[in-house]
């Protein structure tokens, strides 16, 4: 147990590190797409940037609303952060890690609490604009859940164990990606307005919300919010690098396709603009569902035939 906790808390510290690298890789990234350098002063190419970053964020003056409501406004970003850390904890480590038998019923409990900080942050910072980017929040985030846990399902079907260890073992010849492209794409997508990315970032539309519902976090609040953000980038390409791409995580090869899934979120953000919030539930409920039901019941009858035969 204690091995196990150690582990975990090594864990956790290496993924902080990855965060603040994905910052700089993003920076990076939109800077080329953007025709322009990125962060390239502080350390050999930058590579000091997220740490300068973070030290500066860190010694900001913290400021607290007047008529906000403290508790909850001061633990929303603690919270959020602590669900994108604990979600680690459901990826298959081979190394003496965690690796749960339920993996996917905790991932998908865990992605339903996501939904409460963001809640909390809104309405406890008592101001209009905080109020309206969570509710938009909210409101996409329980939309593209359904997609998520419906592509889950479809997949749980046809590996029938909720262990992740399972779904590399099924993908030893051929990758769930190339077999139900549709469903990959559909996975990108929800993954995107899960997170709150562009181009489904309703609740930081900076262009009618002034940053949406972290518009009154500063200093370390902030910082939080933000490294929930990148955490779970990084845990989403992890998920979706063991879903898809059938690979372990004691292989090399896994890290590379988490930096590439990594960079498709960044790409997108520099490539893609806002959609309008109601096409984004158009396509949740209208095109995203269909879809997503249909694979459920082909997979459905393929377990039925596949049985009786």
């Given at each position: 147990?204690?091995?196990?906790?150690?582990s975990?808390?090594i864990?956790?510290?290496c993924?902080?590190?990855?965060?603040?690298?994905?910052?700089?890789?993003?920076?990076?990234?939109?800077?080329?797409?953007?025709i322009?350098?990125g962060?390239?002063?502080?350390g050999?190419?930058?590579l000091?940037?997220?740490?300068?970053?973070?030290?500066?964020?860190?010694?900001?003056?913290?400021?607290?609303?007047?008529?906000?409501?403290?508790?909850?406004?001061?633990?929303?970003?603690?919270?959020?952060?602590f669900?994108?850390?604990i979600?680690?904890?459901v990826?298959?480590?081979?190394l003496?890690?965690?690796?749960?038998?339920?993996?996917?019923?905790?991932?998908?409990?865990?992605?339903?609490?996501?939904?409460?900080?963001?809640?909390?942050?809104?309405?406890?910072?008592?101001c209009?604009?905080?109020?309206?980017?969570?509710?938009r929040?909210?409101?996409?985030?329980?939309?593209?859940?359904?997609?998520?846990?419906?592509?889950?399902?479809?997949?749980?079907?046809?590996?029938?164990?909720?262990?992740?260890?399972k779904f590399?073992?099924?993908?030893?010849?051929?990758?769930?990606?190339?077999l139900?492209?549709?469903?990959?794409?559909?996975?990108?997508?929800?993954?995107?307005?899960?997170?709150?990315?562009?181009p489904?970032?309703?609740?930081?539309?900076?262009?009618?919300?002034v940053?949406?519902?972290?518009?009154?976090?500063?200093?370390?609040?902030?910082?939080?919010?933000?490294?929930?953000e990148?955490?779970?980038?990084l845990?989403?390409?992890?998920?979706?690098?063991?879903?898809?791409?059938?690979?372990?995580?004691g292989?090399?090869?896994?890290?590379?396709?988490?930096?590439?899934?990594?960079?498709?979120?960044?790409?997108?953000?520099?490539?893609l603009?806002?959609l309008?919030?109601?096409?984004?539930?158009?396509?949740a409920?209208?095109?995203?569902?269909p879809?997503?039901?249909?694979?459920?019941?082909?997979?459905?009858?393929?377990?039925?035939?596949?049985f009786?035969?």
């Open positions: 147990m204690l091995i196990s906790l150690a975990y808390l864990l956790i510290v993924v902080l590190v990855g965060v603040a690298f994905i910052t700089l890789l993003e920076r990076k990234i939109l800077g080329y797409i953007q322009r350098k962060p390239n002063k502080v050999i190419l930058g000091m940037q997220p740490f300068s970053d973070a030290i500066k964020l860190f010694m900001k003056e913290q400021t607290f609303p007047k008529v906000s409501n403290f508790f909850p406004y001061y633990l929303a970003p603690v919270f959020s952060l669900i994108s850390l979600l680690w904890s990826l298959p480590f081979e003496g890690l965690l690796s749960l038998e339920m993996g996917l019923l905790f991932f998908l409990c865990c992605l339903s609490l996501g939904v409460y900080p963001l809640m909390v942050a809104g309405w406890s910072s008592n209009k604009y905080s109020l309206l980017g969570s509710l929040g909210v409101a996409q985030t329980i939309s593209y859940e359904v997609s998520l846990a419906l592509v889950l399902l479809s997949y749980l079907f046809l590996v029938g164990s909720f262990n992740l260890v590399e073992a099924f993908q030893g010849y051929l990758w769930f990606f190339w139900t492209f549709p469903l990959s794409v559909v996975w990108l997508s929800s993954c995107l307005a899960e997170m709150n990315r562009t489904f970032d309703f609740a930081e539309g900076e262009s009618e919300l940053s949406g519902f972290n518009t009154e976090y500063s200093s370390g609040g902030f910082v939080l919010i933000f490294m929930a990148y955490a779970s980038i845990f989403m390409s992890g998920m979706s690098t063991v879903l898809f791409l059938g690979s372990s995580l292989s090399s090869s896994f890290y590379f396709k988490l930096v590439g899934v990594a960079f498709i979120f960044i790409w997108v953000r520099g490539t603009p806002r309008r919030y109601d096409k984004l539930m158009y396509m409920w209208k095109s995203f569902l879809l997503a039901l249909n694979y459920l019941l082909f997979f459905t009858g393929v377990k039925v035939i596949l009786y035969n």
